[in-house]
């Protein structure tokens, strides 16, 4: 069954096919050896390694990668969206409509630029740091893009302002701050101790500007299935 001269990456990529693309990190520990077989003393640590490290993975939600290239294609296109039910990752895929691509890229832009634009009538800045120049200013989905439907990706209670460095943060690829429904800011022991100290902002501080009235459901999903605690 083992495919020779596969590195884990390789591997890795194979089993995520198998899987429409996608797959948690139990699923590829648990199937990789379709492809090749596991060595060394800790086998699934190198495999967390890979995922985490390998530039053709990326993050979707905790615990739960898929390929780069199929997940661009999802976003770019507008193809369906992943959400979640009884903690497992599903892939909606979008009904088949005759229009080109860009077509769809043009609608998919036009909805993104409504979401900031909304944001920005509403919010005015970002709550952490008080920035607003919008030119700095990032809309950020609670819920990400990738994982709402058309309705959620559009409603502005499905995002924040943020500058650049709590947008990144706050990103479904990285998950490293969220926020709890009393507006306190949690922020992952993933982060070194060094940058945590850097930021401007500590474990559990109260961020009084931070809105939350319409989101505490979006900030919820958040926490579950995007912040890395």
């Known amino acids: 069954m083992y495919k020779e001269n596969l590195t884990y990456s390789e591997a890795i990529e194979m ?4 899987n ?8 590829i520990y648990e199937n990789i050896e379709k492809y090749r077989k596991k060595t060394g003393k800790t086998p699934d640590n190198t495999i967390q390694e890979r995922v ?3 530039n053709r993975f990326t993050r979707i939600a905790s615990g739960v990668y898929g390929l780069t290239e199929f997940l661009e294609n999802i976003e770019e296109n507008d193809l369906g969206f992943f959400t979640v039910k009884e903690n497992n990752i599903i892939f909606k895929k979008k009904k088949q409509i005759d229009i080109t691509e860009k077509v769809v890229k043009q609608k998919v832009r036009i909805g993104q630029n409504k979401f900031r634009s909304d ?3 509403l919010l005015k800045k970002c709550p952490i ?5 919008k030119k700095l200013l990032v809309a950020s989905h609670i819920k990400p893009w ?8 559009l409603n502005p209670n499905n995002g924040f302002l943020l500058s650049p460095l709590y947008d990144k943060l706050f990103d479904k690829d990285i998950g490293l701050i969220t926020f709890t429904s009393k507006k306190e800011i949690l922020i992952s022991k993933r982060l070194s101790n060094e940058n945590r100290a850097r930021l401007s902002v500590k474990n ?3 961020i009084s500007d931070l809105p939350i009235d319409g989101r ?14």
């Open 129 to 133: 740091t008080q920035i607003d120049e």
């Open 15 to 18: 089993v995520m096919k198998d």
């Open 204 to 206: 559990g501080d109260y």
């Open 20 to 27: 429409g693309g996608f797959a948690s990190l139990k699923y």
């Open 119 to 121: 944001l920005l009538k």
């Open 216 to 229: 505490e459901e979006f900030l919820e999903y958040h926490r579950k299935y995007i912040f890395q605690g």
């Open 52 to 54: 985490q490290r390998d």
């Open 146 to 153: 990738l994982h709402s439907n058309n309705k959620e990706r």
